[in-house]
């Protein structure tokens, strides 16, 4: 699971609610900007990723199961 695929998954909701990634942000009680494309790089490019609160708040702020928001993500191989 990479950074991108993971803000790509919160992209992908977003647009299944038919709302943008700011609307998703401010419907779970977070920052309208927590979201915005600019700040999932820093200055330096350093990659900045969700942090799991912010993923427990949309999924909670839109009715979305953990199982059903991994849906939006690509398959993974599981090294055993």
Known sequence: M???EI???IDQL???RGI?????????GLDATA?????????V???HWPSTYSIYKIL????TTLQDFIKFLPPCDIVK
Not at 35 to 43: G, I, P, V, Y
Request: positive net charge; charged residues 20%; hydrophobic residues 30%.
């Open 2 to 4: 990479t950074h991108n």
């Open 7 to 9: 803000w790509n998954a």
């Open 14 to 16: 977003a647009a299944s």
């Open 20 to 28: 943008s990634c700011s609307a998703l942000a401010k419907l779970s």
């Open 35 to 43: 979201f915005n494309k600019s700040k999932r790089l820093t200055s």
């Open 45 to 47: 490019g350093k990659e």
């Open 60 to 63: 909670q702020a839109t009715n």
